[in-house]
């Protein structure tokens, strides 16, 4: 079988640390307003099996929140929230990320897990393609080691296919 020439390569470094690499076939802005944009999230970023991204907003400055939020077909939600920690257009985008499991609990106003985990994503221009570069930090080694074991990669892999296709239609 052929490999995707836009695979998702993982490297670990350090106990707590991952980073992703992904080429994609488009100009670096339009990747970036995919990863930013409502509109255009909801079209790729597909969440686990079975769910759809039913939430999806936003306030894209430093300081900034936002939340996404899955729901599968018996209305069962979990998602994603933090906070924007640097935002500059259209190179890089970092921000906390907290993990809501119980939506019953979950109250968007309370204080930041000071545990979350630390996200950047950079886009770099390399002739007609952008290399994304996406480092996540964890908490311990023991969450590293959970999301690296629970197949992080396939699952951005997936995601990342649904991206390609919306980039085709868009250019």
Same mark, same amino acid.
């Given at each position: 079988?052929?490999?995707?020439?836009?695979?998702?390569?993982?490297?670990? *470094?350090?106990?707590?640390?991952?980073? +992703?690499?992904?080429?994609?076939?488009?100009?670096? #802005? %339009?990747?970036?307003?995919?990863?930013?944009?409502?509109? %255009?999230?909801?079209?790729?970023?597909?969440?686990?099996?079975?769910?759809? %991204?039913?939430?999806?907003? #936003?306030?894209?400055?430093?300081?900034?929140?936002?939340?996404?939020?899955?729901? !599968?077909?018996?209305?069962?939600?979990?998602?994603?929230?933090?906070?924007?920690?640097?935002?500059?257009?259209?190179?890089? =985008?970092?921000?906390?990320?907290?993990?809501?499991?119980?939506?019953?609990? +979950?109250?968007? !106003?309370?204080?930041? !897990?000071?545990?979350?985990?630390?996200?950047?994503?950079?886009?770099?221009?390399?002739?007609? *393609?952008?290399?994304?570069?996406?480092?996540?930090?964890?908490?311990?080694?023991?969450?590293?080691?959970?999301?690296?074991?629970?197949?992080?990669? !396939?699952?951005?892999?997936?995601?990342?296919?649904? =991206?390609?296709?919306? %980039?085709?239609?868009?250019?």
């Amino acid at each position: 079988m052929k490999p995707n020439k836009n695979e998702v390569k993982m490297e670990r *470094r350090g106990e707590t640390e991952v980073v +992703f690499t992904r080429y994609f076939d488009a100009p670096r #802005q %339009l990747v970036f307003d995919c990863h930013t944009k409502p509109d %255009l999230m909801r079209l790729w970023l597909i969440g686990p099996e079975g769910m759809v %991204l039913e939430t999806c907003e #936003q306030d894209l400055r430093v300081g900034g929140k936002y939340l996404y939020l899955y729901v !599968d077909k018996n209305g069962n939600k979990s998602g994603v929230y933090g906070t924007f920690r640097e935002v500059v257009v259209p190179e890089k =985008l970092a921000n906390s990320e907290n993990y809501i499991l119980d939506m019953s609990i +979950f109250n968007p !106003d309370a204080p930041e !897990d000071p545990n979350a985990t630390f996200e950047s994503r950079t886009f770099t221009t390399e002739g007609k *393609r952008t290399l994304m570069t996406h480092l996540c930090r964890y908490a311990s080694p023991e969450v590293c080691q959970m999301m690296v074991e629970t197949g992080a990669a !396939d699952g951005m892999a997936e995601c990342y296919l649904e =991206l390609d296709k919306l %980039l085709v239609k868009m250019e």
